[in-house]
């Protein structure tokens, strides 16, 4: 089945510890990229990367990092969060215009 | 400030009914735009996409209008289901650089049995 899958899908963490969220897609697609999805903001682009190796900034790319080594896998880094990264995080890839998206990962930062 | 503006937070429809989902957009190099629904706990997901070349795209019940002039697009559902009750996002991108989506807030729709 293809499929987006995203690790873990809940978090609460403490302000400043670092944390990964994973990303992984099983369908071959060179393009993936990451959202947070915020009240009244909707899905707002932080990361994205065209391929393995290259990566670029989205529109909210301030606090967090990202890697793509290898074609299946996106992680998204958060070196010191704070609490105004409280969202919900989006990993997505697509091969055209037509993205699939991950389940979501809710990230409470305290 | 937001460059795809979905300005009906949330929508009401009786079940059978038609629904309307509005969308603008102020970026006039976007070309091409799509509607993704949006379960709860759920990702995203593809309904139905438009390129600048048409003014109408039709799957089914959905079918989505562009109006490029107005700078304006519309999702239309006939009839509506309850099972189409879900948060409904426009996005809208360049073909020149398709990497750069750019998504609006979303309209919740609730479609009542």
């Known amino acids: 089945e293809a499929q987006v899958t995203q690790n873990p899908r809940y978090l609460i963490t403490v302000t400043g510890k670092k944390l990964t969220v994973t990303c992984s897609q099983n369908?071959?697609?060179?393009?993936m990229s990451w959202y947070r999805q915020d009240p009244g903001l909707g899905l707002r682009q932080i990361y994205y990367s065209m391929n393995v190796e290259v990566t670029d900034k989205g529109d909210v790319p301030e606090g967090y990092k990202v890697s793509r080594k290898e074609k299946r896998n996106f992680p998204l880094i958060l070196e010191s969060p704070s609490p105004n990264q409280t969202s919900l995080y989006f990993c997505?890839?697509?091969?055209?215009?037509?993205?699939?998206f991950g389940q979501g990962t809710r990230l409470t930062v305290v | 400030d937001q460059q795809v503006k979905q300005n009906s937070p949330s929508l009401s429809v009786q079940e059978g009914r038609i629904s309307i989902l509005n969308c603008d957009y102020t970026?006039?190099?976007?070309?091409?735009f799509l509607w993704y629904k949006k379960y709860p706990a759920e990702g995203p997901t593809f309904l139905i996409s438009?390129?600048?070349?048409?003014d109408k795209n039709e799957d089914g019940r959905f079918t989505v209008f562009l109006n490029k002039s107005a700078k304006h697009l519309s999702l239309h559902i006939v009839p509506s289901q309850p099972g189409d009750s879900a948060v409904y996002f426009c996005?809208?991108?360049?073909?020149?650089?398709?990497?750069?989506?750019?998504f609006g807030p979303g309209t919740s729709l609730s479609v009542i049995p």
């Open positions: 996005a809208a991108s360049a073909l020149t650089s398709y990497d750069k989506v750019i």
């Open positions: 369908m071959n697609h060179e393009y």
């Open positions: 997505a890839s697509k091969t055209g215009a037509e993205a699939f």
């Open positions: 970026n006039s190099m976007f070309d091409y």
């Open positions: 438009i390129s600048s070349i048409k």
